[in-house]
Nanobody
């Protein structure tokens, strides 16, 4: 069982940066890949980025690849999403999720989810 808690969201002006954190409970955190997803009002939840168990492989959606970076610190049971050059279109609730299998991009593949953190980018 893994419990995930996101933090780091907030209100930022366009062009600004935020770093989201996803802290996991449990001693088996390094056996899970972790993904970040986001959901804007009225839209489906979409994949943002994922990172493999030991952090040596990542996959970032093309739409944010030039601006977002995913990383992890297994000693702290934490995965980060660094978001730079934020745009109003990045406004959404951001969720982290864990899966044992692979760098999944589909929400249905993930076993554990956090409650989300709100990111609002003003123009």
């Amino acid at each position: 069982q893994v419990q995930l808690v996101e933090s780091g969201g907030g209100l930022v002006q366009a062009g600004g940066s935020l770093r989201l954190s996803c802290v996991a409970s449990g001693r088996t955190f390094n056996t899970y890949a972790v993904g970040w997803f986001r959901q804007a009002p009225g839209k489906e939840r979409e994949f943002v980025a994922a990172i493999w168990r030991n952090g040596d492989m990542t996959y970032v959606a093309d739409s944010v690849k030039a601006r977002f970076t995913i990383s992890r610190d297994n000693a702290k049971n934490t995965v980060y999403l660094q978001m730079n050059s934020l745009k109003p279109d990045d406004t959404a609730i951001y969720f982290c999720a864990a899966v044992a299998s692979w760098l999944e991009t589909m929400t249905s593949r993930y076993d554990y989810w956090g409650q989300g953190t709100q990111v609002t980018v003003s123009s």
